[in-house]
Antibody, heavy 122, light 108 residues
Framework: QLQLQESGPGLVKPSETLSLTCTVS??????????WGWIRQPPGKGLEWIGS???????YYNPSLQSRVTISVDTSKKQFSLKLRSATAADTAVYYC??????????????WGQGTMVTVSS | SSELTQDPAVSVALGQTVRITCQGD??????ASWYQQKPGQAPVLVIY???NRPSGIPDRFSGSSSGNTASLTITGAQAEDEADYYC???????????FGGGTKLTVL
Protein backbone atom coordinates (compact mmCIF):
# COMPACT_ATOMS: atom_id res chain seq x y z
CA GLN A 1 0.00 0.00 0.00
CA LEU A 2 1.64 3.20 -1.19
CA GLN A 3 1.86 5.92 1.42
CA LEU A 4 2.96 9.55 1.40
CA GLN A 5 4.43 11.47 4.31
CA GLU A 6 5.13 15.19 4.44
CA SER A 7 7.98 16.57 6.52
CA GLY A 8 9.46 19.98 7.19
CA PRO A 9 9.38 22.95 9.56
CA GLY A 10 6.04 23.89 11.06
CA LEU A 11 7.05 27.52 11.49
CA VAL A 12 8.59 29.78 8.86
CA LYS A 13 9.50 33.44 9.22
CA PRO A 14 8.05 35.99 6.79
CA SER A 15 10.20 36.55 3.68
CA GLU A 16 11.96 33.22 4.18
CA THR A 17 11.56 30.04 2.11
CA LEU A 18 9.01 27.41 3.04
CA SER A 19 10.50 23.97 2.33
CA LEU A 20 8.69 20.64 2.56
CA THR A 21 9.51 17.10 1.48
CA CYS A 22 7.17 14.23 0.68
CA THR A 23 8.48 10.70 1.07
CA VAL A 24 6.92 7.86 -0.91
CA SER A 25 6.82 4.43 0.71
CA UNK A 26 5.31 1.11 -0.34
CA UNK A 27 5.60 1.83 -4.05
CA UNK A 28 7.56 3.44 -6.84
CA UNK A 29 7.92 7.16 -7.49
CA UNK A 30 9.24 6.43 -10.98
CA UNK A 31 6.02 5.10 -12.48
CA UNK A 32 4.97 6.67 -15.77
CA UNK A 33 1.35 6.42 -14.66
CA UNK A 34 1.43 9.17 -12.07
CA UNK A 35 2.21 12.75 -11.24
CA TRP A 36 3.17 13.87 -7.76
CA GLY A 37 1.72 17.07 -6.42
CA TRP A 38 1.37 19.60 -3.65
CA ILE A 39 -1.96 21.01 -2.50
CA ARG A 40 -2.56 23.40 0.36
CA GLN A 41 -5.50 24.46 2.50
CA PRO A 42 -5.47 27.68 4.55
CA PRO A 43 -7.31 27.41 7.87
CA GLY A 44 -11.06 27.29 7.29
CA LYS A 45 -10.69 27.56 3.52
CA GLY A 46 -10.71 25.34 0.45
CA LEU A 47 -8.10 23.36 -1.41
CA GLU A 48 -5.54 25.07 -3.66
CA TRP A 49 -3.33 23.22 -6.12
CA ILE A 50 0.29 24.37 -5.90
CA GLY A 51 1.91 22.26 -8.58
CA SER A 52 2.79 18.82 -9.87
CA UNK A 53 5.91 16.97 -11.00
CA UNK A 54 6.53 13.90 -13.13
CA UNK A 55 9.26 11.43 -12.21
CA UNK A 56 11.30 12.74 -15.15
CA UNK A 57 11.29 16.21 -13.59
CA UNK A 58 8.65 17.91 -15.74
CA UNK A 59 6.78 20.44 -13.63
CA TYR A 60 3.50 22.35 -13.76
CA TYR A 61 2.66 25.18 -11.38
CA ASN A 62 -0.34 27.19 -10.30
CA PRO A 63 0.00 30.48 -12.22
CA SER A 64 -0.73 32.46 -9.06
CA LEU A 65 2.29 30.90 -7.31
CA GLN A 66 4.58 30.15 -10.22
CA SER A 67 7.00 33.01 -9.58
CA ARG A 68 7.74 31.73 -6.05
CA VAL A 69 7.46 27.94 -6.34
CA THR A 70 9.89 25.19 -7.21
CA ILE A 71 9.00 21.49 -7.05
CA SER A 72 11.75 18.92 -7.50
CA VAL A 73 12.05 15.14 -7.37
CA ASP A 74 14.77 12.79 -6.13
CA THR A 75 13.89 9.33 -7.40
CA SER A 76 16.82 7.70 -5.59
CA LYS A 77 15.39 8.82 -2.25
CA LYS A 78 11.76 8.37 -3.38
CA GLN A 79 11.07 11.95 -2.42
CA PHE A 80 9.69 15.09 -4.00
CA SER A 81 10.01 18.54 -2.52
CA LEU A 82 8.37 21.94 -2.42
CA LYS A 83 10.07 25.29 -2.04
CA LEU A 84 7.97 28.44 -1.71
CA ARG A 85 10.06 31.60 -1.59
CA SER A 86 9.28 34.92 0.09
CA ALA A 87 6.68 33.40 2.39
CA THR A 88 3.97 35.61 3.89
CA ALA A 89 1.18 35.05 6.38
CA ALA A 90 -1.08 34.23 3.42
CA ASP A 91 0.98 31.05 2.91
CA THR A 92 -0.07 29.72 6.31
CA ALA A 93 -1.89 26.47 5.54
CA VAL A 94 -1.99 22.73 5.81
CA TYR A 95 0.20 21.41 3.01
CA TYR A 96 -0.63 18.04 1.46
CA CYS A 97 1.37 15.95 -0.94
CA UNK A 98 -0.64 13.67 -3.20
CA UNK A 99 -0.42 11.28 -6.13
CA UNK A 100 -2.55 11.68 -9.22
CA UNK A 101 -3.12 9.93 -12.50
CA UNK A 102 -0.90 11.05 -15.36
CA UNK A 103 -3.85 11.72 -17.66
CA UNK A 104 -4.65 15.38 -18.19
CA UNK A 105 -8.23 14.44 -19.12
CA UNK A 106 -8.85 12.99 -15.69
CA UNK A 107 -7.30 14.69 -12.68
CA UNK A 108 -7.76 12.37 -9.71
CA UNK A 109 -5.62 12.59 -6.59
CA UNK A 110 -6.04 9.07 -5.26
CA UNK A 111 -3.46 8.98 -2.47
CA TRP A 112 -2.81 11.83 -0.04
CA GLY A 113 -0.38 12.42 2.77
CA GLN A 114 -1.79 13.26 6.18
CA GLY A 115 -0.88 16.92 5.73
CA THR A 116 1.43 19.19 7.64
CA MET A 117 0.54 22.56 9.12
CA VAL A 118 2.92 25.38 8.24
CA THR A 119 2.59 28.74 9.95
CA VAL A 120 4.33 31.82 8.58
CA SER A 121 5.00 34.15 11.48
CA SER A 122 7.84 36.01 13.13
CA SER B 1 -8.03 30.59 -16.14
CA SER B 2 -11.22 28.66 -15.43
CA GLU B 3 -13.12 28.30 -12.20
CA LEU B 4 -15.21 25.55 -10.67
CA THR B 5 -18.27 26.75 -8.77
CA GLN B 6 -19.92 24.82 -5.95
CA ASP B 7 -22.77 25.71 -3.62
CA PRO B 8 -21.21 26.57 -0.23
CA ALA B 9 -23.63 24.47 1.78
CA VAL B 10 -26.21 21.74 1.24
CA SER B 11 -28.29 19.76 3.71
CA VAL B 12 -30.06 16.42 3.46
CA ALA B 13 -32.28 14.41 5.76
CA LEU B 14 -30.86 11.13 6.96
CA GLY B 15 -31.54 8.40 4.42
CA GLN B 16 -32.53 10.77 1.65
CA THR B 17 -30.76 11.54 -1.62
CA VAL B 18 -28.63 14.62 -2.17
CA ARG B 19 -26.92 16.01 -5.25
CA ILE B 20 -23.88 18.26 -5.01
CA THR B 21 -23.00 20.15 -8.17
CA CYS B 22 -19.87 21.63 -9.69
CA GLN B 23 -20.05 24.08 -12.60
CA GLY B 24 -17.25 25.22 -14.89
CA ASP B 25 -16.35 25.68 -18.53
CA UNK B 26 -13.56 23.09 -18.31
CA UNK B 27 -16.09 20.37 -17.42
CA UNK B 28 -17.31 20.42 -20.98
CA UNK B 29 -13.96 18.94 -22.00
CA UNK B 30 -12.49 17.21 -18.97
CA UNK B 31 -13.73 14.86 -16.28
CA ALA B 32 -14.33 15.95 -12.71
CA SER B 33 -13.23 14.13 -9.60
CA TRP B 34 -14.81 14.42 -6.17
CA TYR B 35 -13.24 14.39 -2.70
CA GLN B 36 -14.70 14.05 0.76
CA GLN B 37 -12.97 15.82 3.62
CA LYS B 38 -13.87 15.44 7.26
CA PRO B 39 -12.57 17.83 9.92
CA GLY B 40 -8.90 17.42 10.64
CA GLN B 41 -8.43 14.82 7.94
CA ALA B 42 -6.92 14.72 4.47
CA PRO B 43 -9.30 14.64 1.51
CA VAL B 44 -10.39 11.25 0.22
CA LEU B 45 -11.17 10.56 -3.44
CA VAL B 46 -14.76 9.29 -3.73
CA ILE B 47 -15.56 9.61 -7.45
CA TYR B 48 -13.35 10.01 -10.52
CA UNK B 49 -13.95 10.03 -14.23
CA UNK B 50 -17.31 9.19 -15.73
CA UNK B 51 -18.56 7.44 -12.57
CA ASN B 52 -15.80 5.44 -10.91
CA ARG B 53 -15.42 4.71 -7.23
CA PRO B 54 -12.08 3.83 -5.64
CA SER B 55 -11.96 0.66 -3.63
CA GLY B 56 -13.69 1.04 -0.28
CA ILE B 57 -16.05 3.85 -1.29
CA PRO B 58 -19.69 2.87 -0.70
CA ASP B 59 -21.88 2.47 -3.77
CA ARG B 60 -24.29 5.12 -2.47
CA PHE B 61 -21.81 7.59 -3.97
CA SER B 62 -22.18 8.18 -7.70
CA GLY B 63 -21.14 10.76 -10.26
CA SER B 64 -22.61 12.19 -13.42
CA SER B 65 -22.03 15.00 -15.85
CA SER B 66 -24.03 17.12 -18.26
CA GLY B 67 -22.56 19.92 -20.28
CA ASN B 68 -20.52 22.15 -18.00
CA THR B 69 -21.90 20.66 -14.78
CA ALA B 70 -20.66 17.65 -12.84
CA SER B 71 -22.68 16.16 -10.01
CA LEU B 72 -21.98 13.97 -7.01
CA THR B 73 -25.04 12.09 -5.77
CA ILE B 74 -25.35 10.38 -2.41
CA THR B 75 -28.29 7.98 -2.41
CA GLY B 76 -29.43 7.27 1.13
CA ALA B 77 -27.18 9.72 2.97
CA GLN B 78 -25.72 8.50 6.24
CA ALA B 79 -24.60 10.48 9.25
CA GLU B 80 -20.97 9.68 8.41
CA ASP B 81 -21.36 11.40 5.03
CA GLU B 82 -21.45 14.79 6.75
CA ALA B 83 -18.31 16.45 5.42
CA ASP B 84 -16.93 18.97 2.97
CA TYR B 85 -16.95 17.90 -0.66
CA TYR B 86 -14.65 19.28 -3.33
CA CYS B 87 -14.62 18.81 -7.08
CA UNK B 88 -11.57 19.24 -9.27
CA UNK B 89 -10.63 19.12 -12.91
CA UNK B 90 -8.14 20.42 -15.43
CA UNK B 91 -8.14 24.09 -16.28
CA UNK B 92 -9.29 24.74 -19.83
CA UNK B 93 -6.55 24.43 -22.41
CA UNK B 94 -3.64 24.48 -19.98
CA UNK B 95 -1.90 21.90 -17.85
CA UNK B 96 -3.17 23.24 -14.57
CA UNK B 97 -5.38 21.75 -11.88
CA UNK B 98 -8.32 23.58 -10.39
CA PHE B 99 -10.50 22.88 -7.38
CA GLY B 100 -14.01 24.01 -6.61
CA GLY B 101 -14.58 26.06 -3.50
CA GLY B 102 -16.16 23.15 -1.65
CA THR B 103 -19.64 22.26 -0.40
CA LYS B 104 -20.37 21.64 3.26
CA LEU B 105 -22.88 18.80 3.52
CA THR B 106 -25.02 18.60 6.63
CA VAL B 107 -26.99 15.42 7.32
CA LEU B 108 -30.06 16.27 9.39
Amino acid sequence: QLQLQESGPGLVKPSETLSLTCTVSGGSISSSSYYWGWIRQPPGKGLEWIGSIYYSGSTYYNPSLQSRVTISVDTSKKQFSLKLRSATAADTAVYYCARRSSSWYLIAFDIWGQGTMVTVSS
Amino acid sequence: SSELTQDPAVSVALGQTVRITCQGDSLGSYYASWYQQKPGQAPVLVIYGKNNRPSGIPDRFSGSSSGNTASLTITGAQAEDEADYYCNSRDSGVNHVIFGGGTKLTVL
